[in-house]
């Protein structure tokens, strides 16, 4: 049998999908409600199977409706990929990589790599997001981004990985605090003691958020920063505990009064991976930046010096 797809009931069907409701994918996607009604009886019948499941609280997919949508997804997002290739073209730009990254290598590793990689190429463009692994794992499979940066288990087997770094969490607080000296701690011992922590919009946050809930006990959130410097010095200043990576830890504590505790918790140290659905597939310019982000990890990079800051008067 024929099928035949067209991007109104794609999008169509994804709209229904995220609001469970065919009243609300229709206003979505800016047509009638009778309109969606006779485009989903339509595309069911094309493909000679039921994607909606129908009640009176609202609609919900069958499996053939999760696998079509999830298809469509991929589909949208390879589009909104050229779409925005074809403008940055136009505007004299050559290529777009799409890169998300977890917390750490957002903020430790990637800045002078990306630095490097865009002054070898000028005219490309690098859209960098921060995200949570397991979400970089299926925008990476759906197609939403080109290159992941993932930490910790995730289920990575339908991509193609490459080792990255190892990453380790670890308690940071004040010079002179009762924990200052502790060969390690258990993260649930940690939660009757202040935190500092990152924004709630980090994947940082979100992950010590999950550890916490599966403990069944909540972080006691005294003051949330942009950034690990900012937190280093929330805690010098006593205003709490906080939980960073040790790389940052470490570099801020040369210039501040912190100390550094290992976390006993077997999640604290985790390895990180680069993930993509194939690097063959990747255009060449990303897939060089690939193989920057491996050199760099392996210490092979040498990578461009910082430029200078220029004074400034008060």
């Known amino acids: 049998m024929a099928m035949h797809f067209d991007l109104v009931d794609l ?16 206003e979505l996607s800016f047509i009638s409600l009778p309109a969606a009604s006779t485009r989903i009886k339509n595309l069911e019948e094309s493909i000679g199977t039921k994607l909606l499941y129908r009640t009176s609280q609202g609609v919900t997919l069958t499996p053939p409706g999760q696998a079509f949508v999830t298809h469509a997804r991929m589909v949208l997002g390879q589009i909104e990929h050229l779409r925005g290739d074809m403008q940055e073209y ?8 799409r890169v998300f990254a977890n917390t750490t290598s957002l903020g430790e590793f990637l800045p002078p790599v990306l630095r490097h990689f865009l002054r070898r190429h000028p005219d490309v463009n690098i859209d960098l997001r921060e995200r949570l692994s397991h979400d970089i794992v299926r925008a ?27 990453d380790r969490l670890v308690l940071v607080v004040p010079r002179g605090h009762a924990l200052d000296g502790e060969m390690q701690i258990d993260f649930a011992d940690t939660l ?14 979100a ?45 801020h504590a040369h210039s501040m009064d912190i100390a550094i ?7 604290s140290v985790r390895d990180m991976q680069i993930c993509m659905r194939s690097m ?13 982000l491996v050199a760099d990890a392996q210490g092979q990079l040498q990578l461009d010096s910082a430029p200078e800051k220029e004074a400034t008067s008060a």
């Not at 136009?90 to 990589?97: A, F, N, Q, S, Y």
């Not at 403990?215 to 805690?235: D, S």
């Not at 597939?281 to 990303?286: N, V």
């Open 280 to 292: 063959d597939a990747l255009p060449s310019f990303a897939q060089e930046l690939v193989q920057l």
């Open 90 to 97: 136009v505007r004299g730009i050559k290529g777009h990589v």
């Open 192 to 205: 009757e003691l202040d935190y500092v922590g990152l924004h709630e919009s980090s994947a940082i946050h």
């Open 207 to 251: 992950f010590l958020r999950q550890a916490s809930d599966q403990l069944h006990r909540p972080i006691k959130l005294r003051i949330q920063v942009g950034n690990f410097e900012t937190a280093c010095r929330m805690i010098e200043a006593g205003v709490g505990v906080g939980v960073l990576p040790e790389s940052a830890a470490s570099r």
């Open 140 to 166: 990476v499979t759906e197609g939403q981004t080109d290159i992941g940066i993932v930490a910790g288990l995730v289920r990575t087997e339908n991509l193609e990985t490459l080792p990255y770094r190892r």
């Open 261 to 267: 505790v290992p976390l006993s918790d077997s999640w």
């Open 11 to 26: 999008r169509l069907m994804v709209h229904i999908a995220d609001a469970n409701s065919m009243t609300r994918g229709a």
